[in-house]
């Protein structure tokens, strides 16, 4: 079975950039369409990327994302980190039944 | 501004049924595509199932026997009922709207709603 595979947690300072990766347990993720979602605490989860790096009106700049075949692995990307930034983030794909997979989630701190 | 609200009983009893729906405000239920996706407590994202405004249907095959997701385009809503419920099935329940199906690709989602399993 396809999956995603996410660090647990992350953790920076204000300002900084920060990446979160998401690894694919076979196959080409690069072949996949690959999103994003933000879940802050308590709330519900939103989408933050779709379409490998294309961003929902209202998703400032400072959140990217990219694929790196050769890895596997997407990634996502959050310049110049706010203490709002503190939340769940899971990467989201799917496999050849078109089965919607969720890798497992990455906190991430800001301190 | 496209909203989906969920809605139902926050408890049921072990071996009953789930049944929520998700109202959809903002936008017409006949195009797109519609899911469930549930969170246990402490834990992460787990799918659940789509359906087509058409009603074709497409389940997680870890509940595939269990999960039946219809479409009410006169009501503008979708419904979820899980039946033979455990304290497994305790969760928050998101409905969520694809943009696209083939690849899923999400856009708005609902706040969530807490079903809890207990007798």
């Known amino acids: 079975n396809f999956m995603l595979v996410q660090p647990h947690s992350v953790s920076e300072s204000p300002g900084k950039t920060v990446t979160i990766s998401c690894t694919g347990s076979s196959g080409s993720i690069g072949s996949n369409s690959v999103q994003w979602h933000q879940q802050r605490p308590g709330r519900g989860p939103t989408t933050l990327i779709y379409d490998e790096n294309q961003r929902p009106s209202g998703v400032p700049d400072r959140f990217s994302a990219s694929i790196d075949s050769s890895s596997n692995s997407a990634s996502l990307t959050i310049s110049g980190l706010k203490t709002e930034d503190e939340a769940d983030y899971y990467c989201q794909s799917y496999d050849f039944n078109n089965y919607v997979i969720f890798g497992g989630g990455t906190k991430l701190t800001v301190l | ?119």
């Open chain 2, 1 to 119: 501004q496209v909203q989906l609200q969920e809605s139902g009983p926050g408890l049921v009893k072990p071996s009953e049924t789930l049944s929520l729906i998700c109202t959809v405000s903002g936008g017409s239920i006949s195009s797109y595509f519609w899911t469930w996706i549930r969170q246990p407590p402490g834990k992460g994202l787990e799918w659940i199932g789509y359906i087509s405004y058409s009603g074709i249907t497409n389940y997680n095959p870890s509940l595939n026997s269990r999960v039946t997701i219809s479409v009410d385009t006169s009501n503008n809503h979708f419904s979820l009922s899980l039946p033979a419920v455990t304290a497994a099935d305790t969760a928050v329940y998101y409905c969520a709207r694809l943009r696209r199906l083939t690849p899923p690709t999400f856009d708005y989602w609902g706040q969530g709603a807490l079903v809890t399993v207990s007798s």
